[in-house]
T-cell receptor
Framework: QKEVEQDPGPLSVPEGAIVSLNCTYS??????FMWYRQYSRKGPELLMY????GNKEDGRFTAQVDKSSKYISLFIRDSQPSDSATYLC???????????????FGKGTKLSVKP | NAGVTQTPKFQVLKTGQSMTLQCAQD?????MYWYRQDPGMGLRLIYY???????DKGEVPNGYNVSRLNKREFSLRLESAAPSQTSVYFC?????????????FGEGSWLTVV
């Protein structure tokens, strides 16, 4: 079993829809959870960052972490064509030393928002 | 703002040839990374450098070498390219290794080994 599982999609939704993207993981030591957005032929860029459990909201984006279920989600409200990209989840353990070197990425979900 | 700059953007190599991917960051970051991204495999860490003068292996280091030339520059070398190294390579940097530090990625280098 891979440490991080993410449905690759593709996911196609109409403009204005609410999008739900998810990742599951097996390592209970993961404490830091991130979502990256990657446009076609570009590098990933950090979208959301959360520590431990709970919700975090930033504009149209909400990140949720449920550590008891080992499940994280990214919700996009009022989706726009400009949200069309691949979304990667990433997570790491709490130890400082080398923790970024142990950042584990999901394979990414490709999202297409149709006008 | 340049951020993380990688060169070349595209390269075709013959099996057995060598090449070096160059990376430079202008954000005064301490830590730098090389990832590869393959369809169905996601992003995988090749090597990273916690700070100037140090390098460590990541998940998939075989067939690669790195050099942290100075604080700004971190190069990735393929000594004898193989078709399995056909991939998109991303350089990245962060202020430090702590998970709270954002990783900034370059725009990628598309490498094909024939």
């Amino acid at each position: 079993q891979k440490e991080v599982e993410q449905d690759p999609g593709p996911l196609s939704v109409p403009e204005g829809a609410i999008v739900s993207l998810n990742c599951t993981y097996s390592n209970s030591a993961f404490q830091y959870f991130m979502w990256y957005r990657q446009y076609s032929r570009k590098g990933p860029e950090l979208l959301m960052y959360t520590y431990s459990s709970g919700n975090k909201e930033d504009g149209r984006f909400t990140a949720q972490v449920d550590k008891s279920s080992k499940y994280i989600s990214l919700f996009i409200r009022d989706s726009q064509p400009s949200d069309s990209a691949t979304y990667l989840c990433a997570m790491s353990e709490s130890n400082y030393g080398g923790s970024q070197g142990n950042l584990i990425f999901g394979k990414g979900t490709k999202l297409s928002v149709k006008p | 703002n340049a951020g993380v700059t990688q060169t070349p953007k595209f390269q075709v190599l013959k099996t057995g040839q060598s090449m070096t991917l160059q990376c430079a960051q202008d954000m005064n970051h301490n830590s730098m990374y090389w990832y590869r991204q393959d369809p169905g495999m996601g992003l995988r860490l090749i090597y990273y450098s916690a700070s100037e003068g140090t390098t460590d292996k990541g998940e998939v280091p075989n067939g690669y070498n790195v050099s942290r030339l100075n604080k700004r520059e971190f190069s990735l070398r393929l000594e004898s390219a193989a078709p399995s190294q056909t991939s998109v390579y991303f350089c990245a940097s962060s202020r430090g290794l702590s998970s709270g530090n954002t990783i900034y990625f370059g725009e990628g280098s598309w490498l094909t080994v024939v």
